[in-house]
T-cell receptor
Framework: AQKITQTQPGMFVQEKEAVTLDCTYDTSDPSYGLFWYKQPSSGEMIFLIYQGSYDQQNATEGRYSLNFQKARKSANLVISASQLGDSAMYFCAMREDFTGGGNKLTFGTGTQLKVEL | KAGVTQTPRYLIKTRGQQVTLSCSPISGHRSVSWYQQTPGQGLQFLFEYFSETQRNKGNFPGRFSGRQFSNSRSEMNVSTLELGDSALYLC??????????????FGEGSRLTVL
């Protein structure tokens, strides 16, 4: 079974609108971390946001927020007020603290986001 | 604060050759991880080094190896290159203390083409 599933290969959003990128995960580890990264065409992976499995509140970083629903095993990324510069590939990733450990991340297949005028 | 630096950024090799890629982590970071990104397989974990010791290893053949130096800089080596090794190789660094820091920062990658 896929550990990280991103079901949206591509998404379009109008500038200044909000967009939600879906991510579901599968793990039996009691402790894990969830990440979102942005990868522009240049190739660099840009860290956006992190949610630990024991964090009580949803993580937020500026225009990015992570909608963490532990029971449903989902960790959707919400980008508010989209900008043209948000056009990129977005990856959801998970670190399993016991079965994986360290900084071994499992990535999803990514969602290509295109922001339009 | 300087970010993660990877060299070289681009390189072309032929089958059977070997290649060495370098990664300098963010100052103060002791953990360096390596990932391979290909269109077919996506992003896959290669290995992680912490304080000069391999802490974790992905499911890659022994042709892929790495090491970390006392200054936390890391190198990865691929021997007997195959066409399928063509990929973007990404390095990531983190403080490495504990497993829940949430901080994992990537470099721009080294794009390897094998002909």
């Amino acid at each position: 079974a896929q550990k990280i599933t991103q079901t949206q290969p591509g998404m379009f959003v109008q500038e200044k609108e909000a967009v939600t990128l879906d991510c579901t995960y599968d793990t039996s580890d009691p402790s894990y971390g969830l990440f979102w990264y942005k990868q522009p065409s240049s190739g660099e992976m840009i860290f956006l946001i992190y949610q630990g499995s024991y964090d009580q509140q949803n993580a937020t970083e500026g225009r990015y927020s992570l909608n963490f629903q532990k029971a449903r095993k989902s960790a959707n990324l919400v980008i508010s007020a989209s900008q043209l510069g948000d056009s990129a590939m977005y990856f959801c990733a998970m670190r399993e603290d016991f079965t994986g450990g360290g900084n071994k991340l499992t990535f999803g297949t990514g969602t290509q986001l295109k922001v339009e005028l | 604060k300087a970010g993660v630096t990877q060299t070289p950024r681009y390189l072309i090799k032929t089958r059977g050759q070997q290649v060495t890629l370098s990664c300098s982590p963010i100052s103060g970071h002791r953990s360096v991880s390596w990932y391979q990104q290909t269109p077919g397989q996506g992003l896959q974990f290669l290995f992680e080094y912490f304080s000069e010791t391999q802490r974790n290893k992905g499911n890659f053949p022994g042709r892929f190896s790495g090491r970390q130096f006392s200054n936390s800089r890391s190198e990865m080596n691929v021997s007997t290159l195959e066409l399928g090794d063509s990929a973007l190789y990404l390095c990531a660094s983190s403080p490495g203390e504990g497993t829940n820091t949430g901080e994992l920062f990537f470099g721009e990658g080294s794009r390897l083409t094998v002909l």
